[in-house]
């Protein structure tokens, strides 16, 4: 079974989009971390919530809380995807940055992606 793009696209030839396997892994990790709970109908739970916390004021108290957070959404949603190694987060005005180290389950690849809010590459 082909992996989709995320978002759905279309390329050149008017097929959909199929992205490599780290790039729907990296797909899967920003879907994970930019849907608030309660956004999926079928899955309530589903998401990290991380976005509500992007204005909260700067500081360690809310650097960990933001780490902690994306700890737990990749480990419960991706588990069986990625084995999650180190995790990063900050928010600074408004904008969003995590940085995900992990190993790829299916391929044993070492990654680091960097993801910032609205899914921008590093």
Same mark, same amino acid.
Request: net charge negative; aromatic share 6%.
């Given at each position: 079974?082909?992996?989709?793009?995320?978002? /759905?696209?279309? !390329?050149?030839? +008017?097929?959909?989009?199929? *992205?490599?396997? &780290?790039?729907?892994?990296?797909? #899967?990790?920003?879907?994970?971390?930019?849907?608030?709970?309660?956004?999926?109908?079928?899955?309530?739970? /589903?998401?990290? !919530?991380?976005? +509500?916390?992007?204005?909260? *004021?700067?500081? &360690?108290?809310?650097?960990?809380? #933001?780490?902690?957070?994306?700890?737990?959404?990749?480990?419960?949603?991706?588990?069986?995807?990625?084995?999650?190694?180190?995790?990063?987060?900050?928010?600074?005005?408004?904008?969003?940055?995590?940085?995900?180290?992990?190993?790829?389950?299916?391929?044993?690849?070492?990654?680091?992606?960097?993801?910032?809010?609205?899914?921008?590459?590093?």
């Amino acid at each position: 079974m082909a992996d989709v793009n995320h978002p /759905f696209a279309f !390329g050149p030839d +008017g097929r959909t989009l199929s *992205p490599t396997h &780290s790039g729907h892994v990296r797909d #899967l990790i920003e879907q994970v971390l930019f849907t608030n709970p309660g956004e999926r109908i079928n899955r309530p739970e /589903f998401g990290s !919530g991380l976005q +509500g916390l992007v204005f909260e *004021p700067s500081g &360690s108290a809310i650097a960990a809380t #933001l780490q902690s957070t994306v700890e737990a959404a990749l480990q419960r949603w991706l588990g069986d995807v990625i084995v999650l190694e180190a995790v990063s987060a900050r928010a600074d005005e408004g904008v969003l940055e995590v940085v995900v180290q992990y190993v790829e389950v299916r391929t044993a690849e070492r990654r680091t992606d960097t993801i910032r809010s609205g899914g921008g590459p590093s």
